[in-house]
T-cell receptor, first 114, second 112 residues
Framework: GAVVSQHPSRVICKSGTSVKIECRSLDFQATTMFWYRQFPKQSLMLMATSNEGSKATYEQGVEKDKFLINHASLTLSTLTVTSAHPEDSSFYIC??????????FGAGTRLSVL | KQEVTQIPAALSVPEGENLVLNCSFTDSAIYNLQWFRQDPGKGLTSLLLIQSSQREQTSGRLNASLDKSSGRSTLYIAASQPGDSATYLCALFTGTASKLTFGTGTRLQVTL
């Protein structure tokens, strides 16, 4: 089956620093990757959709300058949380799709901002 | 805008019981519906995928049904086990920019 690797699984950082999260499709080329955010005991909320070689499409209410997304290749997308603050602490999950409907999910990244 | 609701929000059952999780959606124009399992602090594991033309899918002790006309899907778990304890999420694919819309989730606890 298709495998999506997300790294790191957990990161703790100081307020004001930037954090980069990587999402890789290991055995397929991902035409589209998605980034989700999940608050404790809540469902996943889509943050943005990224297509290889083009700018990401952000959902309403998501600050694109805060959450920088780069999809430089068909196997890698990155999410950078810039100038992180405690309210950015959350669980971030990526997914990737090749054929447009089946999304394969990474294991998630727990971000804690002190 | 598609809204997806799961009832109940939390459920605790003794081991061995059969149970049903519910997923309701407001827009019936869907391509498919998926049921996922999420363990605490972990990513998602896909359990079942039902295409819009199908009415149900089965995998082991799991059976998922889909009724587009009424905007409902159910996940039936037979002979529940403590290892089934997790959060179960339904998600709808509407084809719009390949987006999935997730339900609110049901936290299941199966006790010994």
């Amino acid at each position: 089956g298709a495998v999506v690797s997300q790294h790191p699984s957990r990161v703790i950082c100081k307020s004001g620093t930037s954090v980069k999260i990587e999402c890789r499709s290991l055995d397929f080329q991902a035409t589209t990757m998605f980034w989700y955010r999940q608050f404790p005991k809540q469902s996943l909320m889509l943050m943005a959709t990224s297509n290889e070689g083009s700018k990401a499409t952000y959902e309403q209410g998501v600050e694109k300058d805060k959450f920088l997304i780069n999809h430089a290749s068909l196997t890698l997308s990155t999410l950078t949380v810039t100038s992180a603050h405690p309210e950015d602490s959350s669980f971030y999950i990526c997914s990737a799709t090749q054929e447009g409907d089946i999304q394969y999910f990474g294991a998630g990244t727990r971000l804690s901002v002190l | 805008k598609q809204e997806v609701t799961q009832i109940p929000a939390a459920l605790s059952v003794p081991e061995g019981e059969n149970l049903v999780l519910n997923c309701s959606f407001t827009d019936s124009a869907i391509y498919n519906l998926q049921w996922f399992r999420q363990d605490p602090g972990k990513g998602l594991t896909s359990l079942l995928l039902i295409q819009s033309s199908q009415r149900e899918q089965t995998s082991g002790r799991l059976n998922a049904s889909l009724d587009k006309s009424s905007g409902r899907s159910t996940l039936y778990i037979a002979a529940s086990q403590p290892g089934d304890s997790a959060t179960y999420l339904c998600a709808l694919f509407t084809g719009t920019a390949s987006k999935l819309t997730f339900g609110t989730g049901t936290r299941l606890q199966v006790t010994l």
